[in-house]
Structures are given as structure tokens and as C-alpha cells.
């Protein structure tokens, strides 16, 4: 059983950076994905944004980083989208929603039911869920799906220097930098990968809040195929950054992201 929601907010680790701006009046509040934190968006994304003159922040989800909670493994989809709303109201403006990988379903089912000027997914689950992910993960590794399965604890598949490299980040990525990435993954919730197969798939008839969508061209959590499904789902165009893996808020092609994200917020005037 999950914490009530008024104790997870005032327990909820929220990396806060900069100031709104006339030019840029409106919060960006940034979505992790599974087996991250907010560390992961205050790396680089959230200075950079900062120095730009928005006000940037990041949570961790209830059970990551330093946000408690009461059992992990049980903590549903509903849950973190509980955490994205949490923090999205007790800023003074509704903010822009980024999220990255499971963080961008968490993004996608916010906003099914809340209102934002405007959203970004990047390297996102699609709206079809985490079955193609799950079973590419089976054909590479059936020990590991097989012993998740079990268990339902997935941290040891994903946390060493060459698993973290092939789910998470590119060639290029500095191997010093895999390895002090992947010494900073935690554990996961077991409920997720339910939710995200069949239980709480996001309705993208029900958004209408303009989206952005950027993919990862060496991607191997979520295809090419699947980052233009979820562009389609959304009518828009995906867009995809080359030699880049999986985790873009953090490969060596980070500010090319970031960027993008900068120049597209003010064509909406964000």
C-alpha cells in the first residue's frame, strides 16, 4: 500500500533551478524514467534550462531518489502520475511536462486528465505500452526476463557497466560515465510492468495539449517504429537525434536535445 497522497508530496524529492522569466513565464517540471531520479535531469538539463531564464524542475517519484515509499514494488502507474500532479499544483502555473522513457507514459496518462500549456516526450514508452520493449528484453536475455518474472525485482539486469550500456546509452558513450550512471540506477516497481502491458495504457484521443516527440536514433528500449507510433498517436511528427542511445538527457549529444526542446517551447510562446 502506497503512502497518502499528502505525506508523498511533502516526502517527494523536487530538484528545483531558476527563475520564470518574462521570456519563458511558465515551469518545466521533468519526468524520470524507471530505475532513475531526479539526478538524472539535474546532470545537465536542468542548469541549462535555468541559464535560459525558465524555472526547471525535477522529481523523483515516490520510491526513487529521495522519495520514500511505503512498498516499491507495489507503487502502480497511477501512483507516479499522483506525484507528477502533486508537484504540478503547488506551483503558482501549471507547468510543461517532459518525461523520458517510462516517464513519458507517466506524461502521456497526466495528461489525459490535466490541463498544460505544453508536453515533450522523449525516448517515450508509446501509448501501445512495454510489450515490443519487453519482448526484445526476452530474446536478448530469457534468464533475466524469466528471473524478473519470478522475483519481480529487475535492478541487477540493468545495473551493471555492459547491461546499462545496452539498454541505456550509445558506443559513444565515455565507459567512466556508464559506470558511475549505472552505480546510480535503484530498484523498480514489479507493478509497472504490468500497468504498462495492459492495465493502464494511455488514451491519446483524450490529449490535447500540443506534444513533442523525440526519439534516440541507437535507441534500444524504444524503437524507431515505436517513437513514431507514439507521433502519430499524438498527430504530430517525431524527431530523432543520431548517434544517441536511449538515456538523451544524458549521452555526450545531451545540449542538441535540449536545444530542440528550447527552440520549440518558444515558437508556443513558453
Request: charge should be positive.
Amino acid at each position: 500500500m502506497s503512502a497518502p497522497p499528502n505525506a508523498v508530496r511533502n516526502m517527494l524529492e523536487v530538484i528545483d533551478k531558476g527563475y520564470v522569466s518574462e521570456s519563458h513565464p511558465v515551469p518545466l517540471l521533468f519526468v524520470h524514467g524507471a530505475w532513475h531520479a531526479a539526478w538524472c535531469w539535474d546532470e545537465y538539463f536542468l542548469n541549462f534550462f535555468a541559464d535560459k531564464g525558465y524555472r526547471a524542475l525535477a522529481v523523483s517519484l515516490r520510491g526513487h531518489g529521495n522519495s520514500p515509499a511505503l512498498k516499491l514494488r507495489a507503487c502502480s502507474l497511477a501512483d507516479y502520475v499522483e506525484d507528477v500532479g502533486l508537484v504540478a499544483d503547488s506551483l503558482p502555473k501549471k507547468p510543461v511536462v517532459i518525461g523520458h522513457s517510462l516517464g513519458g507514459v507517466i506524461v502521456q496518462k497526466y495528461l489525459e486528465s490535466h490541463d498544460a500549456p505544453a508536453g515533450v516526450l522523449m525516448a517515450s514508452m508509446p501509448p501501445q505500452g512495454n510489450l515490443g520493449s519487453g519482448l526484445r528484453w526476452l530474446r536478448q536475455h530469457p534468464w533475466h526476463f524469466t528471473k524478473m518474472a519470478i522475483t519481480g525485482k529487475s535492478l541487477a539486469y540493468v545495473n551493471t557497466p555492459r547491461l546499462a550500456r545496452e539498454r541505456f546509452f550509445s558506443a559513444h558513450m565515455p565507459d567512466a560515465q556508464v559506470l558511475q550512471y549505472a552505480t546510480r540506477l535503484q530498484e523498480e516497481s514489479a507493478r509497472i510492468g504490468v500497468d504498462c502491458l495492459v492495465l493502464n495504457l494511455p488514451r491519446p484521443k483524450r490529449v490535447t495539449t500540443p506534444l513533442l516527440v523525440l526519439g534516440a536514433q541507437n535507441d534500444e528500449a524504444h524503437t524507431a517504429k515505436e517513437i513514431r507510433a507514439t507521433a502519430r498517436a499524438y498527430r504530430t511528427e517525431a524527431e530523432f537525434f543520431p548517434r544517441m542511445g536511449h538515456n538523451m538527457m544524458l549521452e555526450p549529444g545531451w545540449a542538441a536535445v535540449a536545444e530542440r526542446i528550447h527552440t520549440w517551447l518558444g515558437t508556443h510562446g513558453l
